[in-house]
């Protein structure tokens, strides 16, 4: 099993593109998540979702989209990017309920310029 | 939100030497799970310990849990230059499974 895989690893882009950041998953997990590692912040949630077809907002959704047609795939989309979202975004899956672990990807690192 | 704050900041220490990072939560959890994370990669589940357990072990890891003090500790013995990674506290409250709230993390370096 490849596990999370994100694609890009890294990418640059100027103020006012969009993007969007791909994940995958093949553990069958209904659970997927998006989160933003920034310096002396620890991880923040940005949305994630319990399953195909349901999506939720985190703790700082604004400026992200995000849709779940598969129960593989969970794509963040950048409308129009921001400096403030310069970042490493990581994605991460589990199976579902309180005790089930997440499994992250090795993450995008993001710089817009 | 309920984020959790870990301390210390950063340690350092010699292989052969015991580590331990704590960690303080907020409100009520389901419980609190423990990650690594190696320089450039995705963090790696370590250990979950559930909100009615107070200590668990895993090979060289044994996490404690105080939820009267709503604090947790992680001790990783003998340690390894292998060790050598940031360490995350996650709790796991609220009624929202999987929404989990990271502390800022441990940066554990140790020597060989």
């Known amino acids: 099993n490849a596990g999370v895989t994100q694609t890009p690893k890294f990418q640059v882009l100027k103020t006012g593109q969009s993007m969007t950041l791909q994940c995958a998953q093949d553990?069958?997990?209904?659970?997927m998540s998006w989160y933003r590692q920034d310096p002396g912040m620890g991880l923040r949630l940005i949305h994630y979702?319990?399953?195909?077809?349901?999506?939720d907002q985190g703790e700082v959704p604004n400026g992200y989209n995000v849709s779940r047609s598969t129960t593989e795939d969970f794509p963040l989309r950048l409308l129009s990017a921001a400096p403030s979202q310069t970042s490493v975004y990581f994605c991460?899956?589990?199976?579902?309920?309180?005790?089930?672990?997440?499994?992250f990807g090795n993450g995008t690192r993001l710089t817009v310029t | 939100s309920q984020q959790g704050e870990e301390d210390p900041q950063a340690l350092s220490i010699q292989e052969g030497e015991n580590a331990t990072m704590n960690c303080s939560y907020k409100?009520?959890?389901?419980?609190l799970q423990w990650y690594r994370q190696n320089s450039g990669r995705g963090l790696v589940h370590l250990i979950l310990?559930?909100?009615?357990?107070r200590e668990k072990h895993s090979g060289r890891l044994r996490v404690t849990l105080d939820t009267s003090k709503k604090s947790s500790s992680l001790l990783i013995t003998a340690s390894r230059a292998a060790d050598t990674a940031s360490y995350f506290c996650?709790?796991?409250?609220?009624?929202?499974?999987?929404?989990?709230?990271f502390g800022q993390g441990t940066i554990l370096t140790v020597h060989p």
């Open positions: 991460a899956s589990s199976f579902g309920g309180f005790n089930s672990p997440l499994h």
């Open positions: 553990m069958n997990h209904e659970y």
């Open positions: 979702s319990v399953g195909a077809g349901i999506t």
């Open positions: 409100t009520s959890i389901n419980n």
């Open positions: 310990i559930r909100s009615n357990e």
């Open positions: 996650a709790d796991a409250g609220g009624t929202s499974y999987g929404k989990l709230t």
